[in-house]
């Protein structure tokens, strides 16, 4: 009769192979979120651009103006969140802030405020105001140009989703 020993696993191996096991299992998920073309969304630009010209107006700051592609990137962004349910600035393929802006022919610099759950412009615009980070961005010298808009979607129980677009 012959005996076979077997050597046991030691730690260094039994470590490669838990990391290797969980790269693949991580490999195998993904983070994309489908966007759903049927969110429903309203530029709220021409509504917000008073708001926005007073407050910079009462810094001595130059007005803002309509800007289409700055509208059309809000009303991008709006889309993404809602039909994610989520809040974020980074959202589905794509997602890259400065991309998207180029691929938008929105004027760089740019920047992008976003809120959620607020039932109109004003309210938006408030806590955008509230906010030291997203105020900085709206009284930002270098911009013109503004879009803003609002999005809907069923399958995050129609909460309003908001984005504004501000570029040079």
């Given at each position: 009769m012959t005996s076979r020993t077997t050597?046991?696993?030691?730690?260094?191996?039994?470590?490669?192979?838990?990391?290797?096991?969980?790269?693949?299992a991580i490999a195998g998920c993904t983070t994309t979120e489908k966007i759903d073309n049927a969110s429903h969304g309203s530029d709220r630009t021409d509504t917000t651009l008073a708001m926005i010209n007073k407050l910079r107006g009462e810094r001595g700051l130059q007005p803002l103006s309509r800007h289409p592609a700055a509208a059309s990137a809000a009303l991008d962004?709006?889309?993404?969140?809602?039909?994610?349910?989520?809040?974020?600035?980074?959202?589905?393929?794509g997602a890259n802030f400065a991309k998207r802006m180029k691929g938008m022919a929105v004027p760089l610099p740019a920047a992008e405020n976003i809120?959620?759950?607020?039932?109109?412009?004003?309210?938006?615009?408030q806590a955008w105001v509230n906010s030291p980070k997203h105020l900085a961005n709206m009284l930002g010298p270098g911009y013109r140009g503004l879009g803003v808009a609002e999005a809907r979607h069923?399958?995050?129980?129609?909460?309003?989703?908001?984005?504004?677009?501000?570029?040079s």
């Open positions: 050597k046991p696993i030691g730690r260094r191996t039994l470590l490669a192979i838990s990391v290797g096991a969980a790269a693949a962004q709006a889309r993404r969140m809602a039909s994610a349910g989520k809040m974020a600035h980074n959202i589905g393929l809120a959620v759950g607020q039932a109109d412009a004003a309210r938006a615009f069923p399958a995050s129980g129609n909460r309003p989703y908001w984005a504004m677009v501000l570029s």
